[in-house]
């Protein structure tokens, strides 16, 4: 059984797109994009630098997009579940077919416009915590007003608040806390400090006629698996100012039996924390289209 997953903000680089738009049809099919929600994605993936795609209006669109891309790249394919992390997840929401194309890139780019608003309020960002018992970093974090939004297993919880705080924390680490890597994300996500932009994203959602997914999408809430669209995309505005439960979502890949996980374009991180928490599940990463063979080779191995 193979998962097929996508991933949140900070996985950009500069020009990551670039090879994908060699892709028979792929230009045009970016363009339309690029046309119905007002964001010039092939600049943005090809052109920019590592600060314009920092952006958080422009990172979450431009993401999206390129999950979707990679994934059309591999022609009919059928995972035997999905799940995405944090801004993923609505990339996961189409491969779900609870949205189509253009109401998820519609819909990410009214998330990340909301969020960057949100996160232009007060000065804030977010640094990995690598190493050390989840418990006692999430209690010393909590100590210090920050918030572990990203609970993402294989020893790996995401701090974020504001500037001062992280500066903090830097010099005041948990116990068994090796190191702290600042994110390339503009903002505290997954706080209250995005709290402005729930109200935005549940306008946003209301104009959506969601399908019921038609193969199980795991929630990154809770690591759930939803039956409904409508819970989706309830789950979809709630999660801008909730924790992601990665570690959860892991934990349920191993409860449906997954044996193998995929992980869209820009790929990486996703698949580095399932070699470290699900040993034996065979991994891989789509980075560039010269993955696609081996891709299509995993899927057909796992049908």
Request: proline share 6%; charged share 20%; with cysteine.
């Amino acid at each position: 059984m193979l998962v097929l997953v996508a991933p949140g903000q900070g996985a950009q680089t500069p020009g990551f797109l670039t090879p994908w738009l060699e892709l028979p049809g792929a230009a045009d099919r970016v363009a339309a994009w690029s046309d119905a929600i007002g964001l010039d994605l092939a600049h943005y993936g090809t052109k920019a630098d590592a600060d314009e795609i920092r952006d958080t209006a422009v990172a979450q669109p431009l993401l999206v997009a390129a999950g979707l891309l990679s994934a059309a790249a591999l022609g009919d394919i059928a995972p035997g579940a999905v799940a995405g992390h944090s801004v993923g997840e609505i990339t996961a929401a189409r491969f779900a077919g609870v949205l189509d194309d253009t109401a998820a890139l519609t819909l990410v780019r009214k998330r990340g416009l909301a969020m960057a608003e949100a996160a232009a309020i007060t000065e804030t960002g977010m640094s990995a915590l690598l190493g050390g018992d989840p418990e006692v970093s999430v209690a010393h974090l909590e100590k210090l007003g920050l918030t572990p939004a990203n609970v993402n297993g294989a020893g790996q919880i995401v701090a974020a608040g504001t500037l001062e705080q992280l500066a903090v924390l830097n010099e005041d680490k948990p116990e068994g806390v090796r190191k702290i890597v600042p994110l390339k994300v503009a903002g505290a996500f997954h706080t209250h400090h995005m709290a402005p932009a729930v109200d935005k994203l549940a306008d946003a959602a209301r104009e959506l006629s969601p399908a019921d997914p038609e193969v199980p999408y795991v929630s990154n809430k809770d690591g759930r698996t939803v039956a409904t669209g409508d819970e989706v995309v309830a789950r979809l505005v709630g999660q801008v100012a909730n924790p992601v439960r990665w570690d959860l979502c892991m934990e349920t890949f191993k409860e449906l039996g997954v044996t193998a996980l995929l992980e869209v374009c820009p790929g990486g991180t996703l698949t580095g924390l399932a070699k470290r928490a699900l040993p034996g599940v065979k991994t891989l990463a789509l980075k560039t289209p010269d993955d696609l063979d081996a891709a299509r080779e995993l899927f057909a191995e796992q049908a």
